[in-house]
C-alpha cells in the first residue's frame, strides 16, 4: 500500500471512531508521520475523575496495514498534545505531564508501553509540538521563560548560590 493509501485508510478510520466517539462524549485525536500513525481517544472513565486512553497505531512496513491495540490506559488527566517522534508517541497531559508511548516489540509483548519523560519547567505544557525524524527531536514552541529555563546549564548548587557567585572565566592559551 502506498503512504497516501495508508493516509486515506487512517482518515476513514479517525471519521468512524470519532462519529462512534460522539455518543460518548470522548476526544479523538492524531499523530504520525512517515513510518506510523497513532490514534487515540480519551473518554471519562466514571464518577472517580478517571480518564480512560485507547491506542491504536499502524506501521507503513506492515503489508498489509493493520491497526493494533495497546491495552487501555486509565489516567488522572486529558492528552492536550501530541506529537510522533519515530515510532514513538509523545503526550503532554494537563498537568504538563509527559509520556512516551511505543508499539510493543512484539505482538505477544504483555509489559507496559508507556514511559515517563521529563516534564518542562512550571509543568508547562508546550503551545505546539512536533517530531523530527531525521534528528531523533521533539520540537515544542513553549514561552520565552521555559526557553530560557531549558537553556541554562544544569547545576546542583541552588538557585541563589549559583547566582551569587562570579561566573568562571576562561583564558586564552598563549
Keep these: ?3 497516501s493509501g495508508l493516509r486515506l485508510k487512517v482518515l476513514v478510520s479517525v471519521a468512524l471512531i470519532g462519529a462512534a466517539s460522539c455518543a460518548a462524549q470522548a476526544q479523538v485525536s492524531v499523530a504520525g508521520g512517515d513510518d506510523i500513525v497513532w490514534i487515540f481517544r480519551s473518554s471519562s472513565g466514571g464518577e472517580d475523575g478517571q480518564v480512560n486512553l485507547q491506542f491504536v ?3 507503513a512496513s ?3 496495514v493493520q491497526y493494533l491495540p495497546l491495552p487501555v490506559v486509565q489516567t488522572m488527566g486529558r492528552i492536550v498534545r501530541a506529537a510522533a517522534r519515530r515510532q514513538n508517541l509523545h503526550v503532554f497531559f494537563e498537568d504538563g505531564t509527559h509520556y512516551r508511548f511505543r508499539p510493543p516489540p512484539t505482538l505477544s509483548y504483555e509489559g507496559h508501553n508507556d514511559f515517563p519523560e521529563l516534564k518542562l519547567p512550571e509543568s ?8 523530527d525524524d531525521a534528528a531523533n527531536a521533539l520540537l515544542g514552541v513553549v514561552p520565552t ?3 530560557e529555563a531549558l537553556s541554562r ?5 541552588p538557585a541563589e548560590e549559583a547566582e551569587s ?4 572565566t576562561t583564558e ?3
Design 62 to 64: 506492515q503489508k498489509p
Design 153 to 157: 546549564p544544569a547545576t546542583s548548587e
Design 1 to 3: 500500500m502506498t503512504r
Design 165 to 168: 557567585q562570579p561566573a568562571p
Design 57 to 59: 497505531y499502524a506501521l
Design 145 to 147: 521563560r521555559i526557553a
Design 172 to 174: 586564552a592559551a598563549s
Design 124 to 131: 508547562c505544557v508546550p503551545i505546539a509540538l512536533a517530531g
